[in-house]
């Protein structure tokens, strides 16, 4: 129940930069995934967010309120680590009465808000065990448990769910989700798995190596990613990118025997003003590709040779390469009963509303069509 | 910020009381007979006119100090050398078998708790019939008498670190060079034993300090043949002088060399020895 | 020895296991035999004449001519375990023993604590410090006692510094008087000793998980609370270690004592180990065989008490 703002955080560890100039302005109530492979100063972020660390630069507020020099245990921040940190030596009802305990709560309190928790998450057979005995499930939700039962304006988390079996992860994913949308707290996810972020955040930061790269929406993230890195991090299996050659207009395909992609009238005038040297890069995500054994003549068609095919079940994912056998692997998804052979040819369909144009020196998206 | 100042000074300070009885050792080993005793005020914090007479007392006999014992410490240092060496040679030996039958087989029943009520007995309790038996067996005052009982002394040490060196090592690599021909003890002499080098280093040099740190069992089975470097320093008195400050801290200096230099070299292992392996860093 | 390639696979695996664990039986016991061996000779059967003696009043100088084994021509049955159990001298002993335990091995892990807890933190020179804190424990006992014989001389350095800071004149003879030669042993032995409580409980404070000590701070807990309910806990069986092995060794406290008071002034700190050298000097043989037994008894019992911690670890690894 507070809006976050980080102003310009900067924290470097010796020689190298863990967190470049991060500027984030979080609503309040907002659920936000940090998003990015590890190293990416995620982690980092956090710990100065609730105080662990202290930016060598850079302001944090709280409601408007700067908090750089608030001690760690009086922001108001509830943390769950990766590792769940659970005391060892004290019983799962001891833990999650920690904090209610150092703020002084009656005995009656204490006991009602435990029993409450509990019950949402499922833990009262749990509760007096000692915490060396729990599951790694019944773990996570004391970890859980000792957090939110402070009632904290903001809530962080560290890849919770990364130690947790699948089942159980899809399951408390939700979990999470409703009782942040219930307590209304503003709340921080930090993970390096995509999915996640897409299905549980109002909005995804995306970090790579101390810089972050976009902070949008699930969908914008997806359809409007601001650079090359975006666009590969988002979206499984990842987004097909081709090497091209602008030229005169339109795209000649590295990876196709330079083969031309003919651009529409439409936007020839817009991607002529807004491309600032030839050197490009097409992607086309594998859920936008269809692929078909004829020939229609439009002009749009590439042809690739299968190499491999992985029935998922819900859907089959086939790995092609171009004729030429250089450049990448490209990926296409169909429906869970095709079944085509390696070394087939097929032929790639999409549409041209469904391309990226990239920079290919600057790595910015400089065109969605 | 202030705290850290204070910290800090703490720091220095308890570092200051730790080292100063050892920094007033090694400046009496070069002060001058006259600088021994000067009291109060004269306290000579710092040697005026350093020497190194003590050393010379010590080593070559300069009769001023007219000493009860007719030996120079050349002797006592000698005889430390080598029956802490033999005795930790010994220990080793029988330690390292030991420990690896422990540590593979869990052979020998009680004998690891055994080792360790042993370290708790007083040696004072349980010296008499060692010392019965040596006289009887013509012992007493010898360098294999000695040593033997260092041998015995110090193993519940050596088994009990070389069983966790053992330990940190997969039984898999045993099973394997069994399996690729090798006997039993093949495997543990050309396999495990060389990868426990390091540990071994350490624990042979962890057990040689305890050895050569020894004074009551060295005090009541040897005498002036082989009397070890602590009690030849007991004994260092004059007749005319009384307690021969110079002389003995300049001994106690020299003493002081071996398990210095040998503790940090193996400071890495200290914890691990000194806990009988109960806690490894 | 059968190998495992030589033994035919077509037989049973039950086969090759029980004559794996054969081999296993002898293995072990051959590798533990020596130690064993020394035990028997060394430790074992003089504890049983120890035993044997303490029945009789056999010593060299009332047994003059006789060889040990021939105490039996003195033989007392239990007096001297009658006299000794009564001797105000052998059990003011054990009592001092007790007494510098008791004081001593506390204190030591005390500043032990405290300074691993200053050295969690960075600061210039550390290493140096760590070294130099670790000095006293490297020094040879007998030596320490002698340092220490030297420093609270009257005129020594300690009361000289004592002045300096007291604007008085002292000139205390600590080394004679009970009480205070008392103080100056235990200060001997804390001094030589708390270095290894030092190395001991960094090393427990360095393995503890520091993400639990970051959620206990994010949930409020100041510096107190944490030690108190997280680090302490955490840090129980380091302690308990550092506890028994240091107890272990101060009852055989000797070295120092003997260079610095030899017991005294008078009996005042006659320790156990003092006391039954003395008496070993004195050649009562059989007296002290005696007192060697009760004490072997004594630890025994104490020590399987003590070291139940330690086994208890050994059986979970």
């Known amino acids: ?264 009238e439409k936007n020839r005038a817009r991607i002529h003003d807004l491309l600032k040297q030839e050197k490009v890069v097409l992607g086309v995500r594998p859920e936008h590709l269809k692929l078909s054994d004829s020939v229609e003549g439009n002009g749009n068609e590439l042809t690739a040779r299968v190499v491999s095919i992985e029935p998922l079940g819900s859907k089959t994912v086939v790995y092609l390469k171009s004729d030429s056998d250089t450049g990448n692997v490209i990926k296409a998804i169909m429906g869970s009963d095709y079944r085509p052979k390696v070394d087939q040819v097929k032929t790639l369909n999409f549409r041209e509303k469904d391309l990226y144009l990239f920079d290919k020196i600057s790595t910015e998206l400089v065109f969605r069509f | 910020m202030i705290k850290k100042i204070l910290k800090y000074v703490l720091i220095i300070f308890v570092a200051a009381l730790f080292f100063f009885p050892i920094y007033w050792m090694a400046t009496m080993a070069f002060k001058p007979f006259p600088e021994w005793t000067a009291a109060g005020e004269k306290l000579y914090w710092f040697p005026e006119q350093p020497t190194l007479d003590n050393f010379r007392e010590i080593f070559v006999r300069r009769t001023d100090f007219k000493t009860d014992i007719s030996s120079t410490a050349t002797g006592p240092i000698i005889n430390s050398l080598i029956i802490s060496s033999l005795g930790t040679l010994m220990a080793m030996v029988l330690g390292i078998m030991a420990g690896y039958g422990i540590s593979r087989y869990k052979a020998g029943g009680q004998l690891p708790f055994f080792l360790l009520q042993l370290r708790m007995f007083p040696p004072a309790a349980v010296l008499i019939p060692v010392m019965i038996m040596w006289a009887f067996l013509r012992m007493v005052d010898t360098w294999y008498g000695l040593a033997i009982i260092y041998g015995v002394v110090t193993l519940p040490f050596s088994t009990w670190l070389m069983k966790t060196f053992f330990d940190d090592i997969p039984s898999e690599l045993d099973e394997a060079a069994i399996v690729d021909g090798c006997s039993s003890f093949g495997a543990f002499l050309k396999v495990v034993l060389p990868l426990t080098k390091g540990g071994i280093a350490s624990t042979a040099l962890f057990v040689f300090i305890l050895n050569w740190s020894d004074f ?66 | 020895m059968r190998t495992w390639r030589e033994s035919n696979v077509s037989n049973q695996d039950s086969q090759i296991t029980h004559t794996k664990q054969l081999d296993k039986g002898r293995l072990g016991l051959f590798f533990t035999l020596p130690a064993q061996t020394a035990l028997l000779f060394i430790v074992v059967f003089p504890l049983l004449a120890s035993l044997y003696l303490s029945f009789t009043t056999w010593s060299p100088m009332t047994g003059r001519g006789t060889l040990w084994y021939q105490a039996y021509q003195f033989w007392a049955w239990f007096s001297n375990y009658w006299n000794i159990i009564t001797d105000s001298a052998f059990l003011l002993s054990l009592v001092r023993t007790v007494i510098i335990v008791v004081v001593v091995v506390p204190v030591e892990l005390l500043i032990g604590l405290g300074l691993a807890f200053l050295f969690l933190e960075k600061f210039p020179l550390k290493k140096l410090f760590h070294s130099v804190i670790l000095m006293p424990m490297m020094i040879v006992p007998a030596v320490a006692g002698f340092i220490f014989y030297m420093l609270f001389q009257s005129a020594g350095p300690v009361n000289a510094i004592l002045s300096k800071i007291l604007f008085v004149e002292i000139t205390t003879p600590w080394l004679t008087g009970s009480v205070t030669a008392m103080i100056c042993v235990m200060l001997a032995d804390i001094w030589q000793w708390t270095p290894l409580m030092f190395l001991i409980l960094l090393s427990g404070l360095m393995a503890l998980p520091e993400d639990q000590l970051n959620a206990a701070r994010i949930l409020g807990a100041n510096w107190w609370q944490r030690f108190r309910m997280v680090t302490l806990p955490l840090l129980k069986p380091v302690i308990v270690i550092a506890l028994i092995l240091r107890g272990m060794e101060a009852i055989k406290i000797f070295d120092a004592i003997w260079l610095m008071t030899k017991g005294g002034p008078g009996t005042a700190t006659e320790t156990i180990s003092v006391y039954l050298t003395k008496e070993l000097r004195y050649l009562h043989w059989s007296w002290v065989a005696t007192a060697g037994v009760i004490v072997v008894i004594l630890i025994s019992f104490a020590s399987i008490h003590a070291l139940k911690p330690i086994k208890e670890q050994e059986e979970q690894t």
């Open chain 2, 216 to 281: 009551l069992i060295a005090f009541i089975l040897t005498d002036r043949k082989w009397g070890t470097i602590p009690v030849y320093i007991n004994k260092l008195q004059s007749a005319t002088v009384g307690q021969l400050y110079g002389p003995k801290a300049a001994l106690g200096l020299l003493a002081a060399i071996p398990p210095i230099v040998f503790g940090i070299m193996i400071q890495k292992y200290l914890v691990r020895g000194l806990t009988f392996g109960a806690i490894k860093k």
């Open chain 1, 1 to 264: 129940m507070a809006n976050i703002l980080l102003d310009n955080l900067v924290k470097t560890f010796g020689k190298q930069t863990a967190v470049k100039n991060l500027c984030l302005d979080i609503k309040d109530g907002e659920f936000v995934a940090v998003l990015g492979p590890s190293g990416c100063g995620k982690t980092t972020t956090m710990n100065m967010i609730s105080g662990l660390l202290q930016p060598d630069s850079g302001k944090i507020y709280f409601d408007g309120k700067e908090m750089n020099n608030v001690p760690v245990g009086k922001r108001g921040v509830g943390f769950v680590f990766q590792n769940y940190a659970i005391f060892t030596y004290m019983t799962a009802f001891e833990n999650i009465a920690f904090g209610l305990k150092i703020k002084k709560l009656s005995e009656g309190d204490i006991n009602k808000r435990i029993n409450e928790v509990a019950a949402l998450l499922q833990l009262e057979k749990a509760l007096h065990m000692k915490a060396s005995r729990l599951s790694i499930n019944d773990m996570q939700k004391v970890a859980l448990a000792r957090s939110m039962v402070t009632e904290p304006k903001i809530f962080l988390l560290d890849e919770p769910l990364s130690n947790l079996d699948a089942t159980l992860r899809n399951v408390m994913r939700a979990e999470l989700k409703n009782i942040q949308k219930e307590l209304r707290q503003t709340a921080i996810y930090v993970t390096h798995d995509q999915i996640e972020a897409m299905s549980l955040a109002d909005r995804i930061a995306v970090m790579n190596f101390a810089v972050l790269q976009q902070f949008d929406t699930p969908l914008k993230v997806y359809n409007r990613p601001k650079n090359l890195f975006v666009a590969g991090f988002i979206g499984s299996p990842t987004i097909n990118l081709l090497d091209a050659v602008y030229d005169s207009g339109d795209f000649i395909l590295a990876d196709f025997q330079n083969k031309k992609q003919v651009v529409s």
